[in-house]
């Protein structure tokens, strides 16, 4: 699982300000290109093709929804594993389904505390 990769989806779900994602996403995936000796630009280009989809999508669909965000990680770390040209792993699908839920499932719990505190 890339966890940049992870990270920068979770950023873009939960984040408004797509300006500092979309800049986040390039560094860090210039950051990775350089640190593993990729191509230097193509985790870059990936990272904000991902974000680009989230924030097109995100109009549509609720991203606080757990489906929406659980199908679009499983979705993006498949493509990315497959533009790597890496080995598709069943284990690692449900081990990153299974580190999803448990964030998620979090991360909705605490948001929901901010809006009960800000309505009050």
């Known amino acids: 699982m890339n966890l940049l990769l992870f990270l920068i989806i979770l950023s873009a779900l939960f984040l408004p300000d797509f300006k500092k994602v979309f800049l986040t996403a390039f560094l860090f995936g210039v950051l990775n290109?350089?640190?593993?000796?990729?191509?230097?630009?193509?985790?870059?280009?990936?990272?904000?093709?991902?974000?680009?989809?989230?924030?097109?999508?995100?109009?549509?669909?609720?991203?606080?929804?757990?489906?929406?965000?659980?199908?679009f990680i499983v979705m993006a770390d498949s493509l990315f594993i497959l533009l790597k040209k890496e080995v598709l792993s069943f284990k690692?699908?449900?081990?990153?389904?299974?580190?999803?839920?448990?964030?998620?499932?979090f991360i909705n719990k605490i948001r929901g505390r901010e809006l009960k505190i800000t309505n009050s």
Do not use: E, K, P
């Open 33 to 71: 290109d350089l640190i593993f000796g990729n191509l230097i630009g193509f985790t870059s280009f990936v990272f904000l093709l991902f974000c680009f989809l989230i924030y097109l999508y995100r109009r549509r669909f609720s991203s606080s929804h757990f489906l929406f965000q659980l199908v």
């Open 92 to 105: 690692r699908s449900l081990f990153l389904v299974f580190i999803s839920l448990i964030l998620f499932f």
